[in-house]
């Protein structure tokens, strides 16, 4: 069965540090990437996915994230965060034998300290 | 352009009552699903359904009820709300699971629900 994990529940940056965030999943066959963020009281927002091709993608907001098929990983990467990057984020893997029904991690929330 | 439009935002309910989360999409998306979030435990799939008629469920479907008469609505129905029902309910669309997809699920805001 796929499967995310996100091991950091929470992380505290300071501005202007880089971040990374990271996703393992577990999906049999080519999976679909992708990392949604939910700022305090409302929906999730597509950041950015990974369907094939070039294993950097970029994502809205100045965030990235590069696909590990070797370590099954999708981290999220940002060179500078900014206060308002504070949220909660969330790594999700689908496919296309498992069609639109994404399977997400448990989250985790950054903290940005100025 | 609304999007995902989900009612209510809030609801309290009392063990045993029922009640409906309406969720209804303006972008003619034929995939509809909800899903529960829970703190710790990410975004769970209760239903979701592939165009007008066709209902399944998913990871955690128990106590809950859902048709889809129209591709616009896919109201989601507790029968008898119990304590473990508590949560913050999305609702979520996209377009078709047969087509050269994006994959990009778009939410709706949530609604809170507390069962006392």
């Known amino acids: 069965a796929q499967s995310v994990t996100q091991p950091d529940i929470h992380i505290t940056v300071s501005e202007g540090a880089s971040l990374e965030l990271r996703c393992n999943y577990s999906?049999?066959?080519?999976?679909?990437l992708f990392w949604y963020v939910q700022s305090p009281g409302q929906g999730l927002q597509l950041l950015l996915k990974?369907?094939?091709?070039?294993?950097l993608v970029q994502g809205i907001k100045g965030f990235e994230a590069e696909f590990k098929r070797s370590q099954s990983s999708f981290n999220l990467r940002k060179p500078s965060v900014h206060w308002s990057d504070a949220a909660e984020y969330f790594c999700?893997?689908?496919?296309?034998?498992?069609?639109?029904?994404?399977?997400f991690g448990a989250g985790t929330i950054l903290r940005v300290k100025s | 352009n609304a999007g995902v439009t989900q009612t209510p935002k809030f609801q309290v309910l009392k063990t045993g009552q029922s009640m409906t989360l309406q969720c209804a999409q303006d972008?003619?998306?034929?995939?509809m699903s909800w899903y529960r979030q829970d703190p710790g435990m990410g975004l769970r799939l209760i239903h979701y359904?592939?165009?007008?008629?066709?209902?399944d469920q998913g990871e955690v479907p128990n106590g809950y009820n859902v048709s889809r008469s129209t591709t616009e609505d896919f109201p989601l129905r507790l029968l008898s709300a119990a304590p473990s029902q508590t949560s913050v309910y999305f609702c979520?669309?996209?377009?078709?699971?047969?087509?050269?997809?994006?994959?990009?699920?778009?939410f709706g805001e949530g609604s809170r629900l507390t069962v006392l």
């Open positions: 979520a669309s996209s377009y078709s699971l047969w087509e050269t997809n994006t994959g990009e699920l778009f």
């Open positions: 999906y049999g066959a080519t999976p679909y």
């Open positions: 990974y369907f094939s091709g070039d294993t």
């Open positions: 999700a893997v689908g496919g296309n034998g498992y069609g639109n029904k994404l399977v």
């Open positions: 972008m003619n998306h034929e995939y």
């Open positions: 359904s592939v165009g007008a008629g066709i209902t």
